[in-house]
Protein backbone atom coordinates (compact mmCIF):
# COMPACT_ATOMS: atom_id res chain seq x y z
CA UNK A 1 0.00 0.00 0.00
CA UNK A 2 1.61 3.34 -1.10
CA UNK A 3 1.37 6.92 0.63
CA UNK A 4 -1.74 8.20 -1.52
CA UNK A 5 -3.81 5.20 -0.46
CA UNK A 6 -3.06 5.55 3.22
CA UNK A 7 -3.89 9.15 3.11
CA UNK A 8 -6.98 8.59 1.25
CA UNK A 9 -7.49 5.71 4.11
CA UNK A 10 -6.74 8.26 6.83
CA UNK A 11 -9.13 10.85 5.18
CA UNK A 12 -12.39 8.43 4.66
CA UNK A 13 -12.01 7.38 8.17
CA UNK A 14 -11.85 11.35 9.13
CA UNK A 15 -14.88 12.31 7.42
CA UNK A 16 -17.09 9.36 8.15
CA UNK A 17 -16.14 9.97 12.09
CA UNK A 18 -16.71 13.53 11.86
CA UNK A 19 -20.31 12.54 10.08
CA UNK A 20 -20.92 10.21 12.96
CA UNK A 21 -19.93 12.58 15.54
CA UNK A 22 -22.06 15.37 13.98
CA UNK A 23 -25.08 13.02 13.87
CA UNK A 24 -24.54 12.54 17.47
CA UNK A 25 -24.55 15.58 18.52
CA UNK A 26 -28.03 16.31 16.81
CA UNK A 27 -29.59 13.22 18.91
CA UNK A 28 -28.18 14.74 21.64
CA UNK A 29 -29.39 17.98 21.44
CA UNK A 30 -32.45 16.46 20.06
CA UNK A 31 -32.59 14.24 23.82
CA UNK A 32 -32.16 17.34 25.93
CA UNK A 33 -34.88 19.29 23.39
CA UNK A 34 -37.88 16.27 24.08
CA UNK A 35 -36.60 16.03 27.73
CA UNK A 36 -37.33 20.28 28.44
CA UNK A 37 -40.45 19.90 26.08
CA UNK A 38 -42.27 17.22 28.11
CA UNK A 39 -40.32 16.92 31.55
CA UNK A 40 -41.44 20.29 33.17
CA UNK A 41 -44.64 20.87 34.47
CA UNK A 42 -45.10 24.27 34.33
CA UNK A 43 -45.73 23.57 30.55
CA UNK A 44 -48.97 21.33 31.14
CA UNK A 45 -52.15 21.48 29.58
CA UNK A 46 -54.87 23.47 31.48
CA UNK A 47 -56.96 20.62 32.79
CA UNK A 48 -60.12 20.79 30.23
CA UNK A 49 -58.58 23.46 28.24
CA UNK A 50 -59.28 21.10 24.46
CA UNK A 51 -63.46 20.90 25.78
CA UNK A 52 -63.69 24.20 26.84
CA UNK A 53 -62.05 25.53 23.69
CA UNK A 54 -64.88 23.31 21.48
CA UNK A 55 -67.52 24.64 23.42
CA UNK A 56 -66.69 28.08 23.66
CA UNK A 57 -70.05 29.74 23.24
CA UNK A 58 -71.29 27.89 26.51
CA UNK A 59 -68.12 27.91 28.16
CA UNK A 60 -68.49 32.18 27.66
CA UNK A 61 -71.86 31.84 29.31
CA UNK A 62 -71.57 29.77 32.02
CA UNK A 63 -68.59 32.22 33.05
CA UNK A 64 -70.56 35.39 32.31
CA UNK A 65 -73.63 33.79 34.24
CA UNK A 66 -73.17 35.20 37.47
CA UNK A 67 -72.93 38.58 36.34
CA UNK A 68 -75.80 38.40 33.98
CA UNK A 69 -77.46 36.73 36.75
CA UNK A 70 -76.56 39.83 39.81
CA UNK A 71 -75.22 37.16 41.59
CA UNK A 72 -72.24 38.13 44.11
CA UNK A 73 -69.93 35.78 45.12
CA UNK A 74 -66.68 36.01 46.72
CA UNK A 75 -64.58 33.42 47.24
CA UNK A 76 -61.78 33.33 49.94
CA UNK A 77 -58.69 31.61 50.84
CA UNK A 78 -56.94 31.35 53.86
CA UNK A 79 -53.35 32.92 53.49
CA UNK A 80 -51.95 30.40 55.09
CA UNK A 81 -51.51 26.37 55.17
CA UNK A 82 -52.44 24.17 57.60
CA UNK A 83 -49.81 21.14 58.86
CA UNK A 84 -50.24 19.18 56.00
CA UNK A 85 -50.35 21.77 53.42
CA UNK A 86 -54.41 22.88 53.32
CA UNK A 87 -55.76 25.80 52.85
CA UNK A 88 -59.03 26.40 53.74
CA UNK A 89 -61.23 27.78 50.79
CA UNK A 90 -64.52 29.62 51.59
CA UNK A 91 -67.54 31.00 48.51
CA UNK A 92 -70.21 32.92 49.77
CA UNK A 93 -73.26 33.01 46.96
CA UNK A 94 -75.89 35.18 47.16
CA UNK A 95 -78.78 36.06 44.37
CA UNK A 96 -79.85 40.19 43.00
CA UNK A 97 -82.02 40.22 46.36
CA UNK A 98 -79.13 39.77 48.85
CA UNK A 99 -80.77 36.67 49.63
CA UNK A 100 -78.03 33.90 50.61
CA UNK A 101 -77.79 30.85 48.10
CA UNK A 102 -78.07 27.50 49.82
CA UNK A 103 -78.97 24.79 47.57
CA UNK A 104 -76.07 24.83 45.31
CA UNK A 105 -74.01 22.41 44.16
CA UNK A 106 -69.91 23.64 43.98
CA UNK A 107 -67.33 21.39 42.77
CA UNK A 108 -63.83 23.39 41.87
CA UNK A 109 -60.37 22.04 40.09
CA UNK A 110 -57.31 23.81 42.01
CA UNK A 111 -54.06 24.13 40.60
CA UNK A 112 -50.57 25.90 40.84
CA UNK A 113 -49.59 27.72 37.29
CA UNK A 114 -46.06 26.22 37.97
CA UNK A 115 -47.54 22.83 38.31
CA UNK A 116 -50.77 22.70 36.18
CA UNK A 117 -50.11 19.17 35.38
CA UNK A 118 -50.95 18.15 38.87
CA UNK A 119 -54.46 19.81 39.99
CA UNK A 120 -57.21 18.45 42.79
CA UNK A 121 -60.83 18.38 41.96
CA UNK A 122 -62.65 19.37 45.13
CA UNK A 123 -66.17 19.13 46.62
CA UNK A 124 -67.40 22.42 48.61
CA UNK A 125 -69.82 21.56 50.70
CA UNK A 126 -72.75 23.96 52.14
CA UNK A 127 -72.25 24.63 55.91
CA UNK A 128 -74.71 27.65 56.77
CA UNK A 129 -76.22 30.29 54.75
CA UNK A 130 -75.18 31.42 51.53
CA UNK A 131 -71.51 29.90 52.51
CA UNK A 132 -69.81 26.94 50.75
CA UNK A 133 -66.31 25.32 52.59
CA UNK A 134 -63.57 22.87 51.83
CA UNK A 135 -60.50 22.30 52.59
CA UNK A 136 -57.52 21.91 49.24
CA UNK A 137 -53.96 21.04 48.61
CA UNK A 138 -52.55 24.04 48.63
CA UNK A 139 -49.02 23.74 50.11
CA UNK A 140 -46.67 26.05 48.02
CA UNK A 141 -46.55 29.78 47.25
CA UNK A 142 -47.24 30.71 44.38
CA UNK A 143 -50.42 31.84 42.12
CA UNK A 144 -52.62 29.18 42.07
CA UNK A 145 -55.93 28.59 39.82
CA UNK A 146 -59.25 27.45 41.19
CA UNK A 147 -61.88 26.81 38.72
CA UNK A 148 -65.34 26.93 40.15
CA UNK A 149 -68.33 24.78 38.74
CA UNK A 150 -71.72 25.75 40.02
CA UNK A 151 -74.96 23.90 39.64
CA UNK A 152 -78.42 24.22 40.94
CA UNK A 153 -78.30 27.61 39.53
CA UNK A 154 -80.48 26.86 36.54
CA UNK A 155 -78.05 27.21 34.28
CA UNK A 156 -74.67 25.98 34.39
CA UNK A 157 -72.27 28.33 35.88
CA UNK A 158 -68.53 28.43 35.98
CA UNK A 159 -66.16 30.80 37.83
CA UNK A 160 -62.68 31.55 37.53
CA UNK A 161 -60.40 32.81 40.54
CA UNK A 162 -56.35 33.51 40.16
CA UNK A 163 -54.51 33.89 43.37
CA UNK A 164 -51.36 35.07 44.54
CA UNK A 165 -50.45 33.15 47.66
CA UNK A 166 -47.27 34.30 49.56
CA UNK A 167 -47.00 31.89 51.92
Known amino acids: ?3 QQRAERKAKRFY ?3 VLLLFAIQFTIGGIALKLAIGDPALAVVPDYHQAALNWDETQ ?3 KAPERLGWQVQVAVSEYPDATGRRAISV ?3 DEKNTELEKL ?3 ATVYRHADA ?3 ESIELPHTEGGRYLTMAEMPQSGVWQIEFSIEG ?4 MT ?3 TLDLEH
Not at 153 to 156: C, S, T, V
Request: charged share 25%; net charge neutral; glycine share 8%.
Open 1 to 3: MND
Open 16 to 18: ISL
Open 61 to 63: RAS
Open 92 to 94: EAK
Open 105 to 107: SIA
Open 117 to 119: GSH
Open 153 to 156: AGEP
Open 159 to 161: LSR
